[in-house]
Structures are given as C-alpha cells and as structure tokens.
Nanobody, 126 residues
Framework: QVQLVESGGGLVQAGGSLRLSCAAS????????MAWFRQAPGKEREFVAA????????TNADSVKGRFTISRDNAKNTVYLQMNSLKPEDTAVYYC???????????????????WGQGTQVTVSS
C-alpha cells in the first residue's frame, strides 16, 4: 500500500509560481513511477507530468512544457511539481499518482496508476 498526500496548492496571480509536493508513505517509494494529473471543473482529468522511479527520465504534457518541472527525492519519499509562469487555464485540482514499476519507464495514462492522493487546489487569477 502507498498513501499519497499532496500539499502546496493555493491562489496565485498569472505569471506566478507554485511548488506542489506529494509525500508518499511506505519504504518502497523508489520502486514506484510517479505522475501529476489535474482536473478542472467540468473537464476530464488530464496528464501533466510523469517521472520514472529513479528520476532519470521524465516527461510533460505539451500544455505545460517549458513551465512545469517534475522531480523526486527518493530519500524523502517525495515527488514535486514546480510550476512557473502560471496561467489561468492551469486552474485545477492537482493529483499525484503512484504506480509500481519494475522497469525504468514513466507512464502518462491515468489508468496505469494504482494509488492517488486526495488532490490540492491550484487557482490562478488573471
């Protein structure tokens, strides 16, 4: 079992920055691929960023390329999402997700993920 707790959301003006954190329980964090997803009101959940279990490879959705960066610290059982140059369209509930991974891959499909956090609200004002 893995429990995930997100933090770091809030209200920020357009152009500002936030850093989301996702703390994972358990001693096997380094065997999980991680990702961030988001869901805006009235919209489906969408992929934001993913990282493999060692942190050596990562990817972002096109909508956040050049602005958001996913990273992880396996010693702290934590994955991060640094969000810069925020736009009003980034407003959503952000969720982190974990997937047991035997290989060095990342995963962008939410159906792949086994565990989810409760979400943290990010609101970007114009």
């Amino acid at each position: 079992q893995v429990q995930l707790v997100e933090s770091g959301g809030g209200l920020v003006q357009a152009g500002g920055s936030l850093r989301l954190s996702c703390a994972a329980s358990g001693r096997t964090f380094s065997t999980t691929a991680m990702a961030w997803f988001r869901q805006a009101p009235g919209k489906e959940r969408e992929f934001v960023a993913a990282i493999n279990r060692s942190g050596s490879i990562r990817t972002n959705a096109d909508s956040v390329k050049g602005r958001f960066t996913i990273s992880r610290d396996n010693a702290k059982n934590t994955v991060y999402l640094q969000m810069n140059s925020l736009k009003p369209e980034d407003t959503a509930v952000y969720y982190c997700a974990a997937k047991w991974a035997s290989g060095s891959y990342y995963y962008t499909d939410d159906r792949e993920y086994d565990y989810w956090g409760q979400g943290t609200q990010v609101t970007v004002s114009s």
